[in-house]
């Protein structure tokens, strides 16, 4: 079984400019939620998929979007980059039709300059 | 107000106390997890719980649902147990089982 991964690790933008960030969710997992988490803080709930619908979303821009693959899998797009959005974007994956539960990949760090 | 409260927000301990971090929220929830997270960012869950009290090795989770209170204990503290611990619950009467997060104890324990 493999957990719940993240890619890039690392990634630096510039202002203005898009992102997609990546998350694979766990084997058996139909549901992906993302969270930013802006240093010193914890994290903030932007959207969460299920069974490739949007199911719910956090208090973020439109310029946030995302989406679900057939495999459960997922992407984050973020678009025209500011400043703040440089922090550490984190997936999580869980069976919603089973438990509350949900499992955390390691995180993408975005800088934005 | 925030939704999810932590105390204290950063705690120093000598290796061997006996630590209590506190979280406090004011929504009804279905349950609540408590996270750690190392330098580098990877959130691990060590509990999640909607009544009672759960014990896993040296870290013992309470929650009293009355109260909207809930407490991670860690017994004969160590130095690896340095992380941030995250208080997060997720809100009852939603669809997604979005989590709401508590800003975190930052925990340094020292040899």
Known sequence: ETGVTQSPTHLIKTRGQQVTLRCSSQSGHNTVSWYQQALGQGPQFIFQYYREEENGRGNFPPRFSGLQFPNYSSELNVNALELDDSALYLCASSLKEVSYEQYFGPGTRLTVT | ?111
């Open chain 2, 1 to 111: 107000k925030n939704e999810v409260e932590q105390s204290p927000q950063n705690l120093t301990a000598q290796e061997g106390e006996f630590i209590t971090i506190n979280c406090s929220y004011s929504v009804g929830i279905s349950a609540l997890h408590w996270l750690q997270q190392h330098p580098g960012g990877g959130i691990v869950s060590l509990f999640m719980l909607s009544s009672g009290k759960k014990k896993h090795g040296r870290l013992i989770a309470t929650i009293n649902i009355q109260e909207k209170h809930s407490s991670l204990h860690i017994t004969a503290s160590h130095p690896r147990d340095s992380a941030v611990y995250i208080c997060a619950v997720v809100n009852s009467g939603g669809s997604n089982y979005k989590l709401t997060f508590g800003k975190g104890t930052l925990l340094t324990v020292n040899p």
